[in-house]
Protein backbone atom coordinates (compact mmCIF):
# COMPACT_ATOMS: atom_id res chain seq x y z
CA UNK A 1 0.00 0.00 0.00
CA UNK A 2 2.97 2.39 1.15
CA UNK A 3 4.59 1.85 -2.65
CA UNK A 4 1.03 2.80 -4.16
CA UNK A 5 0.87 5.84 -2.50
CA UNK A 6 4.58 6.64 -3.51
CA UNK A 7 3.55 6.10 -6.55
CA UNK A 8 1.11 8.29 -6.94
CA UNK A 9 2.57 11.03 -5.35
CA UNK A 10 5.94 11.14 -6.93
CA UNK A 11 5.97 13.17 -9.77
CA UNK A 12 5.65 11.33 -13.18
CA UNK A 13 6.44 12.03 -17.03
CA UNK A 14 3.03 13.51 -18.99
CA UNK A 15 3.86 10.62 -21.46
CA UNK A 16 6.18 7.99 -23.12
CA UNK A 17 7.55 10.11 -25.71
CA UNK A 18 7.98 13.37 -22.99
CA UNK A 19 9.69 10.61 -21.28
CA UNK A 20 11.86 9.38 -24.33
CA UNK A 21 12.68 13.07 -25.48
CA UNK A 22 13.74 14.06 -22.15
CA UNK A 23 16.17 11.02 -21.46
CA UNK A 24 17.61 11.28 -25.33
CA UNK A 25 18.12 14.80 -24.51
CA UNK A 26 19.76 13.89 -21.15
CA UNK A 27 22.04 11.66 -23.29
CA UNK A 28 22.23 14.03 -26.37
CA UNK A 29 24.72 16.91 -25.38
CA UNK A 30 28.11 18.06 -26.00
CA UNK A 31 29.49 14.34 -26.06
CA UNK A 32 27.62 13.86 -29.58
CA UNK A 33 28.29 16.97 -31.43
CA UNK A 34 31.48 18.33 -29.75
CA UNK A 35 33.28 15.21 -28.47
CA UNK A 36 32.25 12.15 -30.34
CA UNK A 37 33.36 13.77 -33.71
CA UNK A 38 36.92 14.92 -32.42
CA UNK A 39 37.49 11.65 -30.57
CA UNK A 40 36.27 10.10 -34.08
CA UNK A 41 38.90 12.20 -36.02
CA UNK A 42 41.59 11.60 -33.86
CA UNK A 43 41.15 7.85 -33.97
CA UNK A 44 41.13 7.04 -37.31
CA UNK A 45 37.60 7.38 -38.65
CA UNK A 46 35.84 3.95 -39.31
CA UNK A 47 36.91 1.13 -37.67
CA UNK A 48 36.89 3.50 -34.15
CA UNK A 49 32.68 3.62 -35.08
CA UNK A 50 32.53 0.59 -35.35
CA UNK A 51 34.20 -0.66 -32.20
CA UNK A 52 31.91 2.51 -30.72
CA UNK A 53 28.45 1.21 -32.05
CA UNK A 54 29.54 -2.70 -30.73
CA UNK A 55 30.17 -1.19 -27.57
CA UNK A 56 26.94 0.64 -26.95
CA UNK A 57 25.37 -2.65 -28.10
CA UNK A 58 27.38 -4.57 -25.22
CA UNK A 59 28.08 -2.18 -22.87
CA UNK A 60 26.30 1.38 -22.91
CA UNK A 61 22.52 -0.45 -23.64
CA UNK A 62 22.86 -3.40 -20.80
CA UNK A 63 23.87 -0.12 -18.40
CA UNK A 64 20.94 2.17 -19.70
CA UNK A 65 18.27 -0.82 -18.87
CA UNK A 66 19.56 -1.62 -15.55
CA UNK A 67 19.95 2.47 -14.48
CA UNK A 68 16.16 3.38 -15.85
CA UNK A 69 14.90 0.08 -14.19
CA UNK A 70 16.17 0.61 -11.27
CA UNK A 71 15.08 3.69 -11.10
CA UNK A 72 11.86 2.37 -12.18
CA UNK A 73 12.03 0.00 -9.51
CA UNK A 74 13.25 2.65 -6.80
CA UNK A 75 10.68 5.43 -7.65
CA UNK A 76 13.43 7.57 -5.46
CA UNK A 77 16.52 9.28 -5.89
CA UNK A 78 19.62 7.71 -6.43
CA UNK A 79 20.62 7.12 -2.80
CA UNK A 80 16.77 6.78 -1.80
CA UNK A 81 17.24 3.90 -4.90
CA UNK A 82 19.71 1.90 -3.38
CA UNK A 83 19.11 2.32 -0.15
CA UNK A 84 14.92 0.82 -0.67
CA UNK A 85 16.37 -2.05 -2.91
CA UNK A 86 19.28 -3.19 -0.37
CA UNK A 87 19.38 -1.40 3.09
CA UNK A 88 19.74 1.90 4.36
CA UNK A 89 22.84 0.63 6.04
CA UNK A 90 24.25 -1.10 2.77
CA UNK A 91 27.21 -0.10 1.66
CA UNK A 92 25.44 -0.04 -1.86
CA UNK A 93 24.09 3.62 -0.91
CA UNK A 94 27.60 4.55 -1.68
CA UNK A 95 26.77 4.37 -5.17
CA UNK A 96 23.69 6.12 -5.29
CA UNK A 97 26.23 9.13 -3.21
CA UNK A 98 28.80 8.71 -6.71
CA UNK A 99 25.56 9.66 -8.67
CA UNK A 100 25.09 12.88 -6.81
CA UNK A 101 28.55 13.62 -6.55
CA UNK A 102 29.55 13.35 -10.06
CA UNK A 103 26.59 14.65 -11.55
CA UNK A 104 27.64 18.23 -9.16
CA UNK A 105 31.20 18.27 -10.07
CA UNK A 106 30.39 17.57 -13.55
CA UNK A 107 27.80 20.10 -14.25
CA UNK A 108 30.22 22.57 -12.32
CA UNK A 109 32.93 22.45 -15.24
CA UNK A 110 30.18 21.22 -18.40
CA UNK A 111 28.32 24.39 -17.70
CA UNK A 112 31.96 26.07 -18.55
CA UNK A 113 32.00 24.84 -22.00
CA UNK A 114 28.08 25.36 -22.60
CA UNK A 115 28.92 28.73 -21.76
CA UNK A 116 31.54 29.08 -24.81
CA UNK A 117 28.43 27.81 -26.93
CA UNK A 118 26.43 30.83 -25.82
CA UNK A 119 29.04 33.28 -26.37
CA UNK A 120 29.34 31.87 -30.08
CA UNK A 121 25.79 32.22 -30.54
CA UNK A 122 25.93 36.13 -29.52
CA UNK A 123 28.73 36.49 -31.69
CA UNK A 124 27.14 35.18 -34.54
CA UNK A 125 24.01 36.86 -33.91
CA UNK A 126 25.90 40.13 -33.80
CA UNK A 127 28.42 40.00 -36.58
CA UNK A 128 31.41 39.19 -34.67
CA UNK A 129 32.35 35.88 -36.22
CA UNK A 130 31.65 36.93 -40.30
CA UNK A 131 33.79 39.93 -39.43
CA UNK A 132 36.97 38.44 -38.20
CA UNK A 133 38.87 36.86 -41.14
CA UNK A 134 38.92 33.60 -41.57
CA UNK A 135 42.97 33.12 -39.79
CA UNK A 136 42.07 34.79 -37.16
CA UNK A 137 38.91 33.07 -36.23
CA UNK A 138 41.32 30.44 -34.20
CA UNK A 139 42.22 33.02 -31.87
CA UNK A 140 38.68 34.49 -30.87
CA UNK A 141 38.50 31.14 -29.46
CA UNK A 142 41.89 31.04 -27.72
CA UNK A 143 40.90 34.57 -26.42
CA UNK A 144 37.91 33.91 -24.95
CA UNK A 145 38.86 30.56 -23.32
CA UNK A 146 41.48 32.81 -21.25
CA UNK A 147 39.41 35.80 -20.97
CA UNK A 148 38.57 35.05 -17.11
CA UNK A 149 35.75 37.31 -16.06
CA UNK A 150 34.02 36.59 -19.74
CA UNK A 151 33.52 32.95 -18.98
CA UNK A 152 32.43 33.52 -15.54
CA UNK A 153 29.45 35.56 -17.20
CA UNK A 154 28.43 32.98 -19.27
CA UNK A 155 28.81 30.06 -17.20
CA UNK A 156 26.61 32.12 -14.85
CA UNK A 157 24.12 32.64 -17.88
CA UNK A 158 23.92 29.32 -18.82
CA UNK A 159 23.58 28.22 -15.00
CA UNK A 160 20.70 30.42 -14.62
CA UNK A 161 18.80 28.76 -17.53
CA UNK A 162 19.40 25.59 -16.53
CA UNK A 163 17.89 26.35 -12.68
CA UNK A 164 14.96 28.29 -15.21
CA UNK A 165 13.72 24.64 -16.60
CA UNK A 166 14.48 22.38 -13.22
CA UNK A 167 12.75 24.82 -10.89
CA UNK A 168 9.22 24.19 -13.39
CA UNK A 169 9.48 20.22 -12.17
CA UNK A 170 9.23 16.95 -14.03
CA UNK A 171 6.42 17.58 -16.55
CA UNK A 172 6.01 21.60 -16.68
CA UNK A 173 9.86 22.21 -16.52
CA UNK A 174 12.19 19.44 -17.65
CA UNK A 175 9.34 17.48 -19.71
CA UNK A 176 7.98 20.94 -21.48
CA UNK A 177 11.41 21.71 -22.39
CA UNK A 178 12.44 18.31 -24.02
CA UNK A 179 9.89 18.69 -26.11
CA UNK A 180 10.64 22.29 -27.70
CA UNK A 181 14.54 21.95 -27.56
CA UNK A 182 15.18 18.28 -28.66
CA UNK A 183 12.58 18.36 -31.70
CA UNK A 184 14.16 21.71 -32.58
CA UNK A 185 17.95 20.57 -32.27
CA UNK A 186 17.07 17.44 -34.58
CA UNK A 187 15.57 19.90 -37.15
CA UNK A 188 18.62 21.86 -37.08
CA UNK A 189 20.79 18.72 -37.41
CA UNK A 190 19.03 17.37 -40.10
CA UNK A 191 19.40 20.65 -41.59
CA UNK A 192 22.73 21.52 -41.94
CA UNK A 193 23.44 17.43 -42.50
CA UNK A 194 20.92 18.02 -45.51
CA UNK A 195 23.29 21.33 -46.67
CA UNK A 196 26.20 19.51 -46.01
CA UNK A 197 25.87 16.85 -48.89
CA UNK A 198 25.98 19.30 -51.56
CA UNK A 199 29.86 19.91 -49.84
CA UNK A 200 32.78 18.40 -51.85
CA UNK A 201 33.88 17.25 -48.76
CA UNK A 202 30.97 14.81 -48.00
CA UNK A 203 32.03 11.97 -50.17
CA UNK A 204 34.61 11.72 -48.23
CA UNK A 205 34.03 12.54 -44.87
CA UNK A 206 30.96 9.34 -45.61
CA UNK A 207 34.09 7.38 -45.99
CA UNK A 208 35.75 8.25 -43.19
CA UNK A 209 33.07 7.67 -40.99
CA UNK A 210 31.82 4.21 -42.08
CA UNK A 211 34.75 3.12 -43.99
CA UNK A 212 36.70 0.60 -41.82
CA UNK A 213 40.24 1.61 -42.06
CA UNK A 214 41.60 -0.79 -39.54
CA UNK A 215 45.05 0.52 -39.67
CA UNK A 216 44.26 4.04 -38.24
CA UNK A 217 43.02 1.83 -35.15
CA UNK A 218 44.82 1.57 -31.81
CA UNK A 219 44.35 0.15 -28.83
CA UNK A 220 43.52 3.32 -27.13
CA UNK A 221 41.50 3.47 -29.62
CA UNK A 222 39.45 1.01 -29.17
CA UNK A 223 39.16 1.91 -25.19
CA UNK A 224 38.25 4.92 -25.88
CA UNK A 225 35.40 4.12 -27.84
CA UNK A 226 34.51 1.77 -25.14
CA UNK A 227 35.06 4.49 -22.70
CA UNK A 228 32.63 7.06 -24.82
CA UNK A 229 30.01 4.34 -25.23
CA UNK A 230 28.29 4.85 -21.42
CA UNK A 231 29.87 8.47 -21.58
CA UNK A 232 27.66 9.27 -24.27
CA UNK A 233 24.64 7.85 -22.75
CA UNK A 234 24.61 9.85 -19.61
CA UNK A 235 25.32 6.60 -17.74
CA UNK A 236 27.15 6.45 -14.11
CA UNK A 237 26.20 9.41 -12.84
CA UNK A 238 22.44 8.81 -11.52
CA UNK A 239 20.68 10.54 -14.49
CA UNK A 240 19.23 7.92 -15.91
CA UNK A 241 17.87 6.12 -12.67
CA UNK A 242 16.88 9.94 -11.98
CA UNK A 243 14.49 9.86 -14.94
CA UNK A 244 13.51 5.85 -14.32
CA UNK A 245 12.10 6.87 -11.13
CA UNK A 246 9.63 9.12 -12.96
CA UNK A 247 8.25 6.48 -14.65
CA UNK A 248 5.06 4.84 -14.21
CA UNK A 249 5.77 1.15 -13.03
CA UNK A 250 3.33 -0.38 -15.61
CA UNK A 251 5.58 1.81 -18.62
CA UNK A 252 7.65 0.12 -21.04
CA UNK A 253 11.49 0.53 -19.82
CA UNK A 254 13.39 -1.85 -22.84
CA UNK A 255 12.23 -0.38 -25.88
CA UNK A 256 11.97 3.05 -24.60
CA UNK A 257 15.74 2.63 -23.44
CA UNK A 258 16.16 1.50 -26.74
CA UNK A 259 14.70 4.30 -28.42
CA UNK A 260 16.70 6.55 -26.42
CA UNK A 261 20.12 4.40 -27.40
CA UNK A 262 19.33 4.95 -30.99
CA UNK A 263 18.28 8.35 -30.96
CA UNK A 264 21.63 9.25 -29.11
CA UNK A 265 23.95 7.51 -31.41
CA UNK A 266 21.93 8.46 -34.70
CA UNK A 267 23.26 11.97 -33.69
CA UNK A 268 26.49 11.35 -32.76
CA UNK A 269 26.54 10.03 -36.41
CA UNK A 270 24.80 12.76 -37.60
CA UNK A 271 27.39 14.84 -36.07
CA UNK A 272 30.00 13.65 -37.94
CA UNK A 273 28.70 13.85 -41.27
CA UNK A 274 28.00 17.60 -40.41
CA UNK A 275 31.43 18.24 -39.17
CA UNK A 276 33.92 16.24 -41.03
CA UNK A 277 32.18 17.51 -44.85
CA UNK A 278 32.69 21.20 -43.82
CA UNK A 279 36.54 20.11 -42.45
CA UNK A 280 37.61 18.47 -45.86
CA UNK A 281 35.94 20.53 -48.02
CA UNK A 282 38.44 23.29 -46.98
CA UNK A 283 41.35 20.77 -46.17
CA UNK A 284 41.30 20.78 -43.13
CA UNK A 285 42.71 18.12 -40.57
CA UNK A 286 39.75 15.75 -38.75
CA UNK A 287 41.87 15.54 -36.14
CA UNK A 288 41.94 19.00 -34.89
CA UNK A 289 41.16 17.55 -31.40
CA UNK A 290 38.90 19.83 -29.16
CA UNK A 291 39.35 22.58 -31.37
CA UNK A 292 37.34 20.81 -34.36
CA UNK A 293 34.07 22.95 -33.15
CA UNK A 294 35.32 25.96 -31.93
CA UNK A 295 37.88 27.00 -34.38
CA UNK A 296 37.76 25.03 -37.44
CA UNK A 297 34.07 25.20 -37.85
CA UNK A 298 33.67 28.86 -37.70
CA UNK A 299 36.46 29.14 -40.43
CA UNK A 300 34.79 27.17 -42.81
CA UNK A 301 31.26 28.64 -42.14
CA UNK A 302 32.46 31.90 -42.67
CA UNK A 303 33.32 30.82 -46.52
CA UNK A 304 29.90 29.67 -46.96
CA UNK A 305 27.12 30.93 -48.25
CA UNK A 306 25.09 31.86 -45.74
CA UNK A 307 27.02 31.83 -43.41
CA UNK A 308 25.84 33.97 -40.59
CA UNK A 309 22.51 32.27 -40.46
CA UNK A 310 24.41 28.82 -40.83
CA UNK A 311 26.85 29.89 -37.59
CA UNK A 312 23.85 30.78 -35.21
CA UNK A 313 22.38 27.37 -36.37
CA UNK A 314 25.58 25.27 -35.61
CA UNK A 315 25.64 27.07 -32.00
CA UNK A 316 22.46 27.13 -31.58
CA UNK A 317 22.44 23.52 -31.95
CA UNK A 318 25.23 22.87 -29.69
CA UNK A 319 23.54 25.24 -27.15
CA UNK A 320 20.32 23.12 -26.99
CA UNK A 321 22.47 19.99 -26.73
CA UNK A 322 24.25 21.31 -23.77
CA UNK A 323 21.11 22.33 -21.99
CA UNK A 324 19.00 18.97 -22.45
CA UNK A 325 22.04 17.24 -20.53
CA UNK A 326 22.66 20.13 -17.81
CA UNK A 327 19.05 19.62 -16.58
CA UNK A 328 19.10 16.10 -16.31
CA UNK A 329 23.06 16.81 -14.10
CA UNK A 330 20.80 19.64 -11.56
CA UNK A 331 18.22 17.03 -11.77
CA UNK A 332 20.06 14.08 -10.28
CA UNK A 333 21.42 16.76 -7.38
CA UNK A 334 18.08 18.05 -6.83
CA UNK A 335 15.83 14.93 -6.45
CA UNK A 336 17.91 13.64 -3.43
CA UNK A 337 17.46 16.85 -1.43
CA UNK A 338 13.66 16.77 -2.12
CA UNK A 339 13.34 12.84 -1.84
CA UNK A 340 15.74 12.23 1.24
CA UNK A 341 15.88 15.53 2.36
CA UNK A 342 12.57 16.93 2.56
CA UNK A 343 13.92 20.02 0.20
CA UNK A 344 10.99 22.24 -1.67
CA UNK A 345 12.23 22.01 -5.58
CA UNK A 346 12.47 26.12 -5.00
CA UNK A 347 15.21 25.31 -2.45
CA UNK A 348 16.40 22.68 -3.72
CA UNK A 349 17.21 24.31 -7.42
CA UNK A 350 18.36 27.58 -6.09
CA UNK A 351 20.51 26.14 -2.91
CA UNK A 352 21.96 22.96 -5.20
CA UNK A 353 22.21 25.59 -8.65
CA UNK A 354 24.07 28.54 -6.96
CA UNK A 355 26.19 25.94 -5.62
CA UNK A 356 27.34 24.23 -8.51
CA UNK A 357 27.68 27.57 -10.03
CA UNK A 358 30.21 28.52 -7.35
CA UNK A 359 32.32 25.64 -7.41
CA UNK A 360 32.53 25.87 -10.97
CA UNK A 361 34.25 29.76 -10.99
CA UNK A 362 37.69 27.91 -10.53
CA UNK A 363 37.43 25.99 -13.92
CA UNK A 364 36.16 28.75 -15.96
CA UNK A 365 39.13 30.47 -14.92
CA UNK A 366 41.27 27.28 -15.63
CA UNK A 367 42.65 28.76 -18.98
CA UNK A 368 43.35 32.46 -17.73
CA UNK A 369 46.38 33.92 -17.13
CA UNK A 370 45.11 33.55 -13.27
CA UNK A 371 48.49 32.83 -11.05
CA UNK A 372 46.40 30.76 -8.74
CA UNK A 373 44.96 28.44 -11.61
CA UNK A 374 48.13 27.20 -12.78
CA UNK A 375 48.57 23.73 -13.66
CA UNK A 376 50.39 22.00 -10.54
CA UNK A 377 46.87 23.50 -8.67
CA UNK A 378 45.11 20.75 -9.93
CA UNK A 379 45.73 16.82 -9.95
CA UNK A 380 48.76 15.50 -11.59
CA UNK A 381 49.74 18.68 -13.18
CA UNK A 382 46.44 19.13 -14.64
CA UNK A 383 44.48 23.05 -14.43
CA UNK A 384 41.15 22.59 -12.06
CA UNK A 385 38.98 22.38 -15.43
CA UNK A 386 41.28 19.54 -16.87
CA UNK A 387 41.04 17.54 -13.06
CA UNK A 388 37.36 17.56 -12.82
CA UNK A 389 36.98 16.27 -16.03
CA UNK A 390 40.00 13.49 -15.55
CA UNK A 391 38.48 12.69 -12.35
CA UNK A 392 34.59 12.53 -13.36
CA UNK A 393 35.31 10.96 -16.78
CA UNK A 394 37.44 8.68 -15.85
CA UNK A 395 37.01 7.41 -12.42
CA UNK A 396 33.16 8.61 -11.03
CA UNK A 397 31.56 7.72 -14.28
CA UNK A 398 33.12 4.37 -14.78
CA UNK A 399 32.89 3.45 -11.28
CA UNK A 400 28.95 4.38 -11.43
CA UNK A 401 28.40 2.56 -14.03
CA UNK A 402 30.52 -0.96 -12.97
CA UNK A 403 28.21 -0.23 -9.76
CA UNK A 404 25.14 -0.06 -10.94
CA UNK A 405 25.71 -2.97 -13.42
CA UNK A 406 27.23 -5.42 -10.21
CA UNK A 407 24.24 -4.31 -8.46
CA UNK A 408 21.39 -5.29 -10.40
CA UNK A 409 22.81 -8.79 -11.66
CA UNK A 410 23.99 -9.94 -8.18
CA UNK A 411 22.81 -7.80 -5.34
CA UNK A 412 18.74 -7.38 -7.01
CA UNK A 413 16.59 -10.56 -6.40
CA UNK A 414 16.43 -13.03 -9.05
CA UNK A 415 12.58 -12.68 -8.47
CA UNK A 416 12.37 -9.25 -8.30
CA UNK A 417 14.60 -8.19 -11.27
CA UNK A 418 12.27 -10.63 -13.32
CA UNK A 419 9.68 -9.67 -12.60
CA UNK A 420 10.36 -6.09 -12.91
CA UNK A 421 12.34 -6.80 -16.04
CA UNK A 422 8.73 -8.05 -17.38
CA UNK A 423 6.15 -5.92 -16.75
CA UNK A 424 4.95 -3.73 -18.97
CA UNK A 425 7.14 -4.68 -21.84
CA UNK A 426 5.68 -5.23 -25.44
CA UNK A 427 8.68 -6.37 -26.55
CA UNK A 428 8.67 -10.18 -28.04
CA UNK A 429 11.08 -12.94 -26.48
CA UNK A 430 11.30 -10.71 -23.82
CA UNK A 431 13.27 -13.80 -21.68
CA UNK A 432 15.64 -14.66 -24.16
CA UNK A 433 16.86 -10.74 -23.91
CA UNK A 434 16.33 -10.66 -20.31
CA UNK A 435 19.33 -13.69 -20.15
CA UNK A 436 21.30 -12.12 -22.00
CA UNK A 437 20.67 -8.91 -20.94
CA UNK A 438 21.78 -10.25 -17.14
CA UNK A 439 24.78 -12.37 -18.54
CA UNK A 440 26.22 -8.67 -20.28
CA UNK A 441 25.99 -6.88 -16.96
CA UNK A 442 27.62 -10.03 -14.89
CA UNK A 443 30.21 -10.78 -16.68
CA UNK A 444 31.31 -8.73 -20.06
CA UNK A 445 30.30 -5.18 -18.80
CA UNK A 446 32.37 -5.44 -15.38
CA UNK A 447 35.43 -6.66 -17.47
CA UNK A 448 35.02 -3.94 -20.13
CA UNK A 449 34.39 -1.32 -17.87
CA UNK A 450 37.41 -2.71 -15.52
CA UNK A 451 39.88 -2.28 -18.74
CA UNK A 452 38.84 1.40 -19.35
CA UNK A 453 39.40 2.04 -15.80
CA UNK A 454 42.98 0.20 -15.96
CA UNK A 455 43.72 2.23 -19.30
CA UNK A 456 42.95 5.85 -17.36
CA UNK A 457 45.78 5.32 -15.29
CA UNK A 458 47.95 3.97 -17.67
CA UNK A 459 48.04 0.53 -16.39
CA UNK A 460 46.98 -0.73 -19.80
Known sequence: MRDEQTQTQRPQWGSRLGFILAAAGSAVGLGNIWKFPYITGENGGGAFVAVYLVSIAVVGLPIMLAETLLGRMGQSSTVGTYAKLSSPRSGWVLAGWLGVLAAFMMLSFYSVVAGWTLHYVWLALSGGLTAVDAEHLPAVFNALRSDGPVNIAWHVA???????????????????????????????LAGLLLYCTGLDGFGPAFDFVFGFHAEALTRDGVLEALGHSF??????????????????????????????????????????????????????????????????????????????????????????????????????????????????????????????????????????????????????????????????????????????????????????????????????????????????????????????????????
Open 158 to 188: FMALTMIIVLGGIQRGLERAARVLMPALLGM
Open 231 to 460: FTLSLGMGAMLTYGSYMRQRDDFITTSIAITLLDTGVALMACLVLFPITFSYGMEPSAGPGLVFQNIPVALSTLPGASSLTVIFFLLLTFAALTSAISLLEVVCAYFIDERGWTRRQATLVLGGAITLFGVPSALSMSAAPFMADEHGLVGRNWFDSLDYLVSNWMLPLGGLLTALFMAWRVGDEARRVAFDRGTSLGGAGQVYLAWLQLLRFLVPITIALVMLHAVGAL
